[in-house]
């Protein structure tokens, strides 16, 4: 009994914890770029149940089966589906068709995005909304106003001359990105090298985010439902426990 309340609770802290996923992928439904996340469950190891002693030819052990003591959130996963692309027609705003990420450069060192809502700082550098450079194969990108041209490969001009070329790179394994806020990813796998971008830059557009709200709303209700039922489950285990303590041992 005290063994199946630890089980339905470790079921409670899974679903809450999909839950807190869910909210915010809602809360950044509007956020360009954003990559949605997915809460994935495991169970833990299970353990076999042995019969021990009893019966008239002595002492002995007889396998009963097996038992499972619940389930945890082993890892959170980024989908980098790509999301809708929509047409600004401002010359800052860049969007990427296809897997990769422009490459910031940040205090904390290169951080990567899918944001391309970029701007001008007053040094004349192309920046993120927050203010970080974004790189190009040559280092920080200087232009004189927002009159410039990137095309699909991601070259800059600017008065008919060439500028610089975003460092738009792309990863072999993505699973090793992490989410640092702000809708940056870090590579956490110094073996997980970029490598080369092959699809397409837009200048004039902006991807927005991945969310889908009917499937995010499918999983926040089926979360709460599960959490529902695993606390109702405490509940007649404990309403049984009670029984056990407070009548059945008086008899």
């Given at each position: 009994?005290?063994?199946?309340?630890y089980t339905a609770t470790t079921g409670m802290i899974q679903q809450a914890?999909?839950?807190?996923?869910?909210?915010?992928?809602?809360?950044?439904?509007?956020?360009?770029?954003?990559?949605?996340?997915?809460?994935?469950?495991?169970?833990?190891?299970?353990?076999?149940?042995?019969?021990?002693?009893?019966?008239?030819?002595?002492?002995?052990?007889?396998?009963?089966?097996?038992?499972n003591h619940g389930v945890y959130i082993d890892e959170v996963v980024t989908?980098?589906?790509?999301?809708?692309?929509?047409?600004?027609?401002?010359?800052?705003?860049?969007?990427?068709?296809?897997?990769?990420?422009?490459?910031?450069?940040?205090?904390?060192?290169?951080?990567?995005?899918?944001?391309?809502?970029?701007?001008?700082?007053?040094?004349?550098?192309?920046?993120?909304?927050?203010?970080?450079?974004?790189?190009?194969?040559?280092?920080?990108?200087?232009?004189?106003?927002?009159?410039?041209?990137?095309?699909?490969?991601?070259?800059?001009?600017?008065?008919?001359?060439?500028?610089?070329?975003?460092?738009?790179?792309?990863?072999?394994?993505?699973?090793?990105?992490?989410?640092?806020?702000?809708?940056?990813?870090?590579?956490?796998?110094?073996?997980?090298?970029?490598?080369?971008?092959?699809?397409?830059?837009?200048?004039?557009?902006?991807?927005?985010?991945?969310?889908?709200?009917?499937?995010?709303?499918?999983?926040?209700?089926?979360?709460?439902?599960?959490?529902?039922?695993?606390?109702?489950?405490?509940?007649?285990?404990?309403?049984?426990?009670?029984?056990?303590?407070?009548?059945?041992?008086?008899?």
């Amino acid at each position: 009994m005290i063994r199946g309340m630890y089980t339905a609770t470790t079921g409670m802290i899974q679903q809450a914890r999909k839950l807190d996923t869910v909210a915010n992928n809602l809360s950044n439904i509007n956020t360009n770029g954003y990559k949605r996340d997915r809460a994935i469950n495991r169970s833990f190891d299970d353990e076999l149940l042995l019969r021990m002693g009893g019966g008239s030819q002595g002492s002995y052990s007889r396998r009963i089966g097996n038992i499972n003591h619940g389930v945890y959130i082993d890892e959170v996963v980024t989908s980098f589906e790509q999301g809708n692309v929509n047409q600004t027609y401002k010359n800052t705003d860049v969007a990427l068709l296809g897997q990769g990420f422009f490459t910031i450069l940040t205090d904390e060192g290169v951080q990567y995005t899918r944001d391309g809502s970029f701007t001008i700082d007053s040094f004349g550098r192309l920046t993120t909304a927050e203010g970080w450079p974004v790189l190009g194969e040559q280092g920080e990108i200087y232009l004189y106003g927002d009159d410039f041209t990137i095309d699909g490969h991601g070259n800059i001009a600017q008065d008919g001359l060439y500028i610089d070329t975003l460092l738009v790179v792309d990863f072999d394994d993505k699973d090793t990105l992490r989410k640092v806020g702000d809708n940056y990813f870090i590579n956490t796998d110094g073996d997980n090298q970029p490598v080369q971008f092959t699809g397409e830059v837009r200048q004039g557009f902006l991807e927005g985010s991945n969310v889908e709200p009917i499937r995010e709303i499918v999983d926040m209700m089926n979360a709460t439902r599960a959490y529902e039922t695993n606390q109702r489950l405490i509940k007649m285990m404990d309403d049984t426990l009670s029984k056990a303590v407070n009548e059945v041992g008086r008899v």
